[in-house]
Nanobody
Framework: VQLVESGGGLVQPGGSLRLSCAAS????????MKWYRQVPGKERELVAF????????TYLDSVKGRFTISRDNVKSTVYLQMNSLHPDDTAVYYC????????WGQGTQVTVSS
C-alpha cells in the first residue's frame, strides 16, 4: 500500500488549495478514505471521510462548508478541496484508507499565513 499526498503550499487567509492523494498497492475502489491533519505537538485530527462510492461524506465541524472531499476510483485518487482557508488550518495533511493496515505517507504541508 502506498499513499502519496501532494498539493500543499503557502496560501493567504481566505485562499484555496486542492490536495491530492494518489493511492496504489490495493484496490482503491474497495475502501473508504479519510483525510487527517497534524500540527506539531498535537495528535492527528480527522478532517474528512468519504465512502467507497463517494455518496457519503463527513467532516470535522470546523471545516464544514469550506472543505470538500472527493474521489476518482478510476485514477485511484482522493482529493480535498479547501476553500476559505484560516491560519488554524495550517498543518501537515495526510490521507488514510479505512479497513486495512497501511503506512502513513509523508503528508503535504499546508501553511495559511499572510
Amino acid at each position: 500500500v502506498q499513499l502519496v499526498e501532494s498539493g500543499g503550499g503557502l496560501v493567504q487567509p481566505g485562499g484555496s488549495l486542492r490536495l491530492s492523494c494518489a493511492a496504489s498497492g490495493f484496490t482503491f475502489s474497495n475502501y473508504p478514505m479519510k483525510w487527517y491533519r497534524q500540527v506539531p505537538g498535537k495528535e492527528r485530527e480527522l478532517v474528512a471521510f468519504i465512502s467507497i462510492t463517494g455518496r457519503t461524506t463527513t467532516y470535522l465541524d470546523s471545516v464544514k462548508g469550506r472543505f470538500t472531499i472527493s474521489r476518482d476510483n478510476v485514477k485511484s485518487t482522493v482529493y480535498l478541496q479547501m476553500n476559505s482557508l484560516h491560519p488554524d488550518d495550517t498543518a501537515v495533511y495526510y490521507c488514510a484508507l479505512v479497513g486495512r493496515p497501511f503506512d502513513w505517507g509523508q503528508g503535504t504541508q499546508v501553511t495559511v499565513s499572510s
